[in-house]
């Protein structure tokens, strides 16, 4: 957006902006940090049933979007570790 625009910023525009400004003052482990707050509250708020189901959906949403190699690939990877 123009500086000298008369128009609003669109909510996403502010969005952008803001966490544009917020990853600009906080460093790595910050983010690693909140996250790991945020994962230990969600697990209290719902079941293994609920990790399985989530677990499920995303499985079979990444075998429509990748093929054979794919899975190749990650699987090299994953054995040099």
Wanted: no cysteine; net charge positive.
């Amino acid at each position: 957006m123009a500086a000298n625009s008369n128009r609003k910023m669109t909510r996403e525009e502010a969005g952008r902006l803001g966490g544009e400004a917020t990853a600009k003052k906080h460093s790595r482990e910050f983010y690693q940090e909140i996250g790991k707050k945020g994962g230990k509250a969600t697990s209290k708020n719902h079941s293994r049933e609920f990790y399985q189901e989530i677990g499920q959906k995303g499985g079979e949403a990444t075998s429509r979007n990748h093929n054979r190699e794919f899975y190749q690939e990650i699987g090299r990877k994953g054995g040099k570790k």
